[in-house]
């Protein structure tokens, strides 16, 4: 579990860096909480699908919706 974490926070750190966010490590934080709790509580046996719940709430979040 840890492992695949630390994959995982790789790509959600790279993110909030390259927009210039303040704090990327809080924001991968952040990012990967929502991605396990989209993995836990809708999509535990496909990470692609969790994949697109996470995208969605990122969507959602930055639009004020």
Not at 19 to 26: D, I, K, M, R
Not at 43 to 62: C, F, G, M, W, Y
């Given at each position: 579990?840890?492992?695949?974490?630390n994959r995982i926070r790789t790509p959600f750190?790279?993110?909030?860096?390259?927009?210039?966010?303040?704090?990327?490590?809080?924001?991968?934080?952040?990012?990967?909480?929502?991605?396990?709790?989209?993995?836990?509580?809708?999509?535990?046996?496909?990470?692609?699908?969790?994949?697109?719940?996470?995208?969605?709430?990122?969507?959602?979040?930055?639009?004020?919706?």
């Amino acid at each position: 579990m840890t492992a695949h974490r630390n994959r995982i926070r790789t790509p959600f750190r790279e993110l909030p860096t390259r927009l210039g966010h303040a704090e990327a490590e809080s924001a991968a934080g952040a990012l990967l909480m929502l991605y396990g709790g989209a993995m836990a509580a809708c999509h535990p046996d496909d990470s692609t699908a969790a994949h697109k719940a996470l995208l969605e709430a990122v969507r959602l979040i930055q639009s004020g919706s």
